[in-house]
């Protein structure tokens, strides 16, 4: 198995500042001259001809991304038509698709050898597929470029690089959590969030007993429901259990059988057999998780730093919950994982091998401090540039922030970290148990076998 794993990632969530990247151009100044004073020589014979300034080459950039609601969707479409304004030879052709649908597409381009100037990445696993496939360009010069004034701005680099080189950049790093409606948890008569898992299933009957539906969860694209399985595992075999499982050759000390795994698939049957998930759990997307929840049709979602913006943006009322608070994942009694262990990732973009340089420009600026503070102000994730993260006006996010930046362990999402064939693996299998059609411990043999195939 020719691949290289990054288990565990731990970075100082926000590194440094990051200046932007792309002025406008400035034309040369006017020079003005003053008629000449008289004067008994004869002026010269001629003059030098003014210069001429070359009209820069045109260049068409593709960008995919999957921000298909807004704020996000406008924001990006306005950064971009803000730089083709300061770059009038430079066109921007924008391809919005929803994440599956990303994925599927990006899948099949890829098959072709062709990839996008531009594009959302999770880094990692698949990452590292696509630099084997030799479908992406090295930036490491342009980080390091004016005494590393790029790189230096930036934070979790090392979650967008293969082999110590960098072929993409993040514009967002945070962690899931659970996000829960306020009101909904007064009306059941739950005064505190819970800390401990014992507490959350407590709190899920309550709720339940209250009619209210305990939590949304969007088994359709499977990943969303593969979150709390892997936070189970996490809380209950710690950082090594994955570590152990997923290392390869002599370093792999564990399987994805071990007690860790299969306890998360018996734990996760307790909600499934609790009846806490929404009607039609099994066949919801995630935005139809968001709009259950943001609807006020459900108590709790387990979701990542984006939640928010998009729970909103699929609500009847484009507001969402409006009185929305937030709680890590509980600690599982009798557990190695901590109840600031994190499980998270983010969101980044990939550079395409036959880009331009004015593409990777296009990204330093989508990333230049001001723009960053515009996703920080707008909730629609965690900024990874140095100073940006003053522009969070919604206290949940700041609680989000600091979660990853006093973690005392950041997973990446399982199925980012792994090669995506084995991310798909993860996530079909662990669908199983949500749909009741496998046991924990037949969910956890398929996982290892597919494991030991790839």
């Known amino acids: 198995m020719a691949r290289k794993l990054y288990l565990l990632l731990s970075f100082v969530f926000i590194a440094a500042f990051m200046l932007s990247a792309c002025a406008t151009p400035t034309e040369a100044p006017a020079v003005a001259t003053d008629a000449p004073a ?9 003059t030098a001809a003014p210069a001429t300034e070359v009209a820069a080459e045109p260049v068409t950039i593709t960008w995919w991304h999957i921000s298909t609601k807004d704020p996000a969707l406008s924001d990006w479409r306005k950064m971009a038509d803000d730089y083709m304004a300061a770059h009038p030879n430079v066109k921007i052709e924008i391809t919005v698709l929803e994440n599956e649908a990303f994925k599927t597409k990006l899948t099949t381009v890829m ?9 959302q990445s999770w880094g990692q696993g698949g990452m590292i ?4 496939a030799g479908l992406l360009k090295d930036i490491s010069v342009d980080l390091d470029a004016n005494g590393g004034e790029w790189r230096n701005s930036l934070g979790a680099l090392d979650a967008f690089a293969v082999d110590g080189k960098n072929y993409g950049v993040p514009w967002d790093m945070g962690a899931v959590t659970f996000w829960y409606n306020k009101d909904l948890f007064a009306q059941a008569g739950i005064k505190q969030v819970p800390t401990t898992w014992t507490e959350f299933l407590t709190d899920c009957e309550t709720l339940k007993a209250a009619g209210i539906t305990p939590i949304s969860v969007g088994e359709g694209d499977k990943w969303p429901g593969m979150h709390i399985w892997a936070y189970l595992v996490s809380r209950i075999g710690g950082a090594d ?9 002599a370093a792999r000390t564990g399987t994805f059988e071990d007690a860790a795994f299969v306890q998360a698939g018996v734990e996760l049957m307790k909600l499934v057999d609790g009846g806490y998930f929404q009607k039609g759990f099994l066949g919801a997307t995630h ?13 709790m979602e387990l979701g990542g730093q984006w939640s928010p913006s998009v729970e909103a943006a699929n609500s009847a009322d484009l507001v969402g919950v409006k009185n929305l608070g937030m709680f890590s994942f509980p600690a599982v009694e009798g557990g190695k994982g901590l109840v600031t262990d994190i499980v998270g990732g983010g969101n980044g973009f990939a550079i395409g091998k036959n880009a331009e340089p004015e593409a990777i420009d296009f990204v330093k600026y989508l990333t230049s401090l001001d723009n960053q503070k515009i996703i920080a102000a707008h909730n629609t994730g965690i900024p990874v540039a140095k100073g940006a993260s003053v522009a969070l006006t919604d206290p949940n996010m700041v609680m989000v922030a600091d979660a990853v930046a006093n973690s005392t362990y950041y997973q990446l999402y399982f199925d980012q970290v792994l090669p995506p064939a084995m991310g798909g693996i993860i996530n079909d299998a ?10 924990p411990e037949e969910v956890c043999a398929e996982i290892e076998a ?3 195939a790839q």
């Open 111 to 119: 098959q072709s050898g062709e990839v996008p100037d531009i594009f």
């Open 129 to 132: 597929e696509q630099v084997n």
């Open 38 to 46: 008289a004067t008994t020589e004869a002026p010269a014979a001629t």
């Open 287 to 299: 935005d139809e998780m968001n709009a259950t929840f943001g609807n006020g049709k459900a108590a």
């Open 450 to 452: 597919g494991f030991l």
């Open 241 to 249: 259990a994955f570590a152990a499982a997923a290392a390869t050759g």
């Open 430 to 439: 662990v669908q199983k148990i949500f749909a009741g059609t496998a046991t």
